[in-house]
Nanobody, 120 residues
Framework: VQLQASGGGLVQAGGSLRLSCAAS????????MGWYRQVSGKQRELVAR???????NYADSVKGRFVASRENAKNTVYLQMNSLKPEDTAAYYC???????????????WGKGTLVTVSS
């Protein structure tokens, strides 16, 4: 199983970016999917998480600015980031809780980080 993320880049404050992450491989089902971010020297933190039932949780710092969505048929999760601030600068990591064919329980999978840089 692999998670392939894309969409990071450099943007000015107030701008927008859209991240995408597609899961591929021997996937029986996916529970939660979401996004975390990490600044060098700090702990990785939750940005947004979507359950299989569609419940979305956001970090307080991004509520009202970021929108997470999920396309189950494509095993893909998105993060629309609006009104970006310099403090949103970080490496963004895609996460999925996946049950593979033949496995009795789910495992955590992570994509490689995609860098988002917001200039002031």
């Amino acid at each position: 199983v692999q998670l392939q993320a894309s969409g990071g880049g450099l943007v000015q404050a107030g701008g927008s970016l859209r991240l995408s992450c597609a899961a591929s491989g021997s996937i029986r089902s996916i529970n939660a999917m979401g996004w975390y971010r990490q600044v060098s020297g700090k702990q990785r933190e939750l940005v947004a998480r979507i359950t299989s039932g569609g419940t979305i949780n956001y970090a307080d710092s991004v509520k009202g600015r970021f929108v997470a969505s999920r396309e189950n048929a494509k095993n893909t999760v998105y993060l629309q980031m609006n009104s970006l601030k310099p403090e949103d600068t970080a490496a963004y990591y895609c996460h999925a809780d996946i049950i593979r064919f033949g496995d009795p329980s789910s495992r955590d999978y992570w994509g490689k980080g995609t860098l988002v840089t917001v200039s002031s």
